[in-house]
C-alpha cells in the first residue's frame, strides 16, 4: 500500500475582503461575492514567500507523519511564485527540516497543478521502490495584477504530502493526467503579473481538462461519483468548482468539506491540496476522496484516494486547516495589502 | 556580500542548533568552541525547543534601512523551553497585545535580502503561540 503517511497545510494570518478590493476599483462588490462566490483571501505577511509557507505545511507533515526526515529521499516544491528564478525552494527548505543532504530536490512550475505535479512525482517514487518516503509541496503566494478580476482571488498557502508504504493514512489507488496547449493564462518571463484570455479560462480550459481526467479517472477505477465521500477540484473561484462537479455529477455535499476558496481564494498551486488537507482533517477511515487539480496552460492530474484506520491517529497532531482559516485572522485594508504585496513602487 | 556568513549560521536560524557541554551541560547558542561555564571543549549539538516564553520585548519605529518599511515591529527576547535565551523579531503581532510572559513560538520567515538581485536570507522569529 502507498499514499500519504503525513499531510500538513498553512495559511498567512493576514486578510483582504473581496469588498474591499472592489471599493478601490470602483467595482460592485455584490457582483464578486455573488458571481465568483469569493468573500475574502488570505494575504502573505511581509516577511513570508513560497518557502516560508511551503516550511511550515511540510513541518506539520512531518509532526503528523513522525517519521525520520533522514529518511525522505525526494523533495519537490510546485509553486507559481518560487522567490529564486534559478535556485530550487528546497534546498532551503531541507536544511530547515534536517533532511538530506542525501535527498533529491526539485522546483516544479506548471500553474496551479505544480502542486499535485510534486504530489505525483513523489508518490511515482514511493511506488516505484526507490525510497523510503519522498515529499511532495504545493504552495503559492500568487500574483494577480492591481485591478485585474484575479486580484480578488490570488491568495496564500500551501500543503505538504509525505508519500510512503507504512502506516498510511490515504492509499493512493489511481491517477491519471491530461494535459494539452492551450493558452488560457500565461505569464511571461520577467513579467510581475501573469495574463489570462478571460472567458477562455473556463470551458476549453479548466471544465475540459478537469472532466478529461476524472472521467478518465473514473472509467479507469470503474468508479462512479457515488461511490466517494468527498471530491475536490481546483479553486479559482467558488463557482466553478461547484460547476465542473455538478457536470461530473458530483453532489453539493461531497464538495463542502474541500471547498475552501470562498473564505481563503486561490492558493494557486496549494489550492487542491489545501482542499485535500482540509478533507484529511474530517475523514474517516474508508472513505474514499476523488481530486483533480487544474493548471493553466494546461492540464489536469487526478487521484483516488481511500482513508486508512490510521487517518484518525494523525489529524490531531498538528493544526487543521479550518482553524487556520477560521481563527486569528488580521484584516488589511487596500493600501496595507499593496505595501504587504509589495506593489508599490519604492526607491532601491 | 553576505553569503559566506549567511552558509555559515544556517545550522542556528534554520534548525536552532546548539552546542551542548559534554563536561557540564551547559547550552551554548550558538556553539563556541569554549564552554563559557568550565572551559571544556567538547560539544553535542542538540536542538532547542521552538516554545518559549517573552521575557521583554520593544518595538523598533525607526529601523535601518533594510527594515524601514516594516516599522513599527517589536524585537523581544524569548526564554526557549529549557533555558536558552534569543532575541528574535516577533511577527505577525498587534503590538497592543504583547505581554511579558506570555507564551512564543518559533517560525521559519525571510529576515532580509542582500538588495534586489543578492540572496534572500532565511531565520527564526518568534510568533504568539
Known amino acids: 500500500m502507498v499514499g500519504i503517511v503525513g499531510y500538513g497545510a498553512y495559511l498567512p494570518r493576514y486578510r483582504i475582503k473581496a469588498e474591499t478590493i472592489a471599493r478601490q476599483w470602483g467595482t460592485d462588490p455584490e457582483a464578486i461575492t455573488r458571481g465568483l462566490q469569493l468573500y475574502e483571501k488570505t494575504v502573505p505577511g511581509q516577511d513570508e514567500d513560497t518557502i516560508t509557507i511551503s516550511v511550515s505545511a511540510a513541518r506539520y507533515a512531518l509532526r503528523r507523519a513522525q517519521i525520520d526526515p533522514q529518511e525522505i529521499g525526494a523533495v519537490y516544491i510546485g509553486s507559481e511564485s518560487h522567490p529564486y528564478a534559478v535556485k530550487p525552494s528546497g534546498t532551503i527548505l531541507i536544511d530547515a527540516l534536517g533532511i538530506g543532504p542525501n535527498v533529491h530536490v526539485a522546483s516544479y512550475e506548471f500553474a496551479c497543478k505544480a502542486g499535485s505535479e510534486a504530489m505525483y512525482v513523489a508518490y511515482s517514487h514511493v511506488k516505484a521502490g526507490e525510497m523510503k518516503y519522498a515529499l511532495g509541496i504545493g504552495a503559492d503566494t500568487s500574483q494577480g495584477a492591481p485591478g485585474d478580476a484575479l486580484e480578488y482571488s490570488a491568495s496564500a498557502g500551501g500543503a505538504a504530502f509525505i508519500m510512503g508504504s507504512e502506516r498510511v493514512v490515504a492509499e493512493i489507488l489511481f491517477t491519471h493526467s491530461y494535459t494539452s496547449d492551450t493558452p488560457d493564462f500565461w505569464r511571461r518571463e520577467g513579467e510581475s503579473y501573469p495574463r489570462h484570455g478571460g472567458r477562455f479560462t473556463g470551458d476549453p480550459a479548466y471544465f475540459k481538462h478537469i472532466m478529461g481526467a476524472a472521467t478518465a479517472l473514473l472509467e479507469k477505477s470503474k468508479m462512479s461519483p457515488e461511490d466517494f465521500k468527498y471530491a475536490v477540484f481546483h479553486m479559482p473561484n467558488g463557482k466553478f468548482p461547484n460547476e465542473v462537479g455538478k457536470r461530473l455529477g458530483f453532489k453539493k455535499e461531497q464538495l463542502e468539506a474541500g471547498w475552501i476558496v470562498p473564505w481563503m481564494g486561490n492558493t494557486y498551486s496549494g489550492s487542491s491540496p489545501t482542499g485535500l488537507a482540509a478533507i484529511l482533517d474530517v475523514a474517516k477511515p474508508g472513505d474514499l476522496i476523488f481530486m483533480v487539480s487544474f493548471g493553466s496552460g494546461a492540464g489536469s492530474d487526478g487521484f483516488i484516494y481511500r482513508v486508512t484506520d490510521e487517518i484518525t491517529k494523525v489529524q490531531d497532531r498538528a493544526p487543521k486547516l479550518r482553524e487556520m482559516l477560521d481563527n486569528q485572522k488580521t484584516y488589511l485594508n487596500y493600501g496595507e495589502y499593496a505595501k504587504f504585496r509589495r506593489k508599490i513602487k519604492l526607491n532601491d | ?129
Open chain 2, 1 to 129: 556580500m553576505i553569503t559566506a556568513r549567511y552558509h555559515r549560521e544556517i545550522p542556528q536560524r534554520y534548525r536552532l542548533e546548539a552546542g551542548k557541554c559534554l563536561a557540564c551541560g551547559h547550552l551554548s547558542f550558538p556553539p563556541r568552541l569554549v564552554c563559557p561555564e568550565c572551559k571544556a571543549k567538547k560539544f553535542e549539538t542538540v536542538t532547542l525547543s521552538d516554545e518559549g516564553t517573552l521575557v521583554t520585548f520593544t518595538v523598533v519605529r525607526v529601523a535601518s534601512d533594510k527594515f524601514s518599511k516594516e516599522t513599527p515591529f517589536p524585537v523581544g527576547i524569548v526564554e526557549l523551553n529549557g533555558g536558552v535565551r534569543v532575541t528574535a523579531q516577533i511577527a505577525d503581532a498587534n503590538i497592543d497585545e504583547l505581554k511579558i510572559g506570555q507564551k512564543l513560538r518559533i517560525v521559519f520567515r525571510r529576515i532580509q535580502d542582500d538588495g534586489k538581485a543578492g540572496i534572500l536570507c532565511y531565520g527564526y522569529k518568534a510568533i504568539m503561540a
